[in-house]
């Protein structure tokens, strides 16, 4: 308890604990960025009229969602080395934005497929009378309300993902929860865990009132 009657203490546990919530955003940020687009490319995967096709795409979402994502990361980082003797020294971070990146593109993909194929094929029909090409149509018309749909779904994956990143642990990378449990153990206190359960709140917080100003935003769509 001395950190909380210690004001000028605690500050210190807050400032050594940022250099670990700025690799958390870092992986945050790059983990959506890759993601989100791949998730579009596994969904047209998925929906591919060509049942090979499809079906691959189906069991590699079946296996990113039936496997945790620990399990992934040591995959994605120890496989090269266990596989083809690679050094991977310098893979460490790669290798988080590779299996975050994988795994979240794979729910990413059902949240879009179930968009789409939620859509009414008048549109499509309406489109194609109008002179708007498959991909005009697409992007035009039917991406904008499929983004609306889905929203709160993908809200719900970004704030998971935000705790997620403290899986990063598993692969020794020093994110905020890594610094928070060494200084735990070296001071015998759960005060860093609590000064980390607020930085993920507060960080929470700030992602569910942005995708709030995005359903906002594409309100007009109905």
Known sequence: MRYFNNFDVFMK??????????????????????SLPLGLLIAFGRM??????????????????????????????FGPFYLFGMNIGKWRFPAIITG????????????????????????????????YSKGQTFVRIILPQVVKRILPAITNEVITLVKDTSLAFSISYVEMFTIAK????????????????????IFNFVVAWVMELLEKKFSYYH
């Open 13 to 34: 546990l807050v400032l050594s604990m940022t250099g670990g919530f700025y690799n958390t955003l870092i992986i945050f940020f790059f983990t959506l960025t890759f």
């Open 48 to 77: 591919s009229k060509n049942r090979i096709v499809s079906g691959i795409f189906r069991l590699y979402i079946s296996l990113m969602r039936g496997t945790p994502l620990m399990l992934q990361l040591m995959v994605v980082y």
């Open 100 to 131: 975050f990146a994988l795994n979240y593109g794979a729910y990413f993909a059902e949240i879009y497929r179930s968009g789409i194929v939620s859509m009414d094929r008048g549109q499509y029909e309406a489109a194609k009378l109008l002179g």
């Open 182 to 201: 060494q200084i735990a153990a070296a001071k015998t206190t759960m005060v860093p865990f609590v000064a980390a359960g607020i930085f993920y709140y």
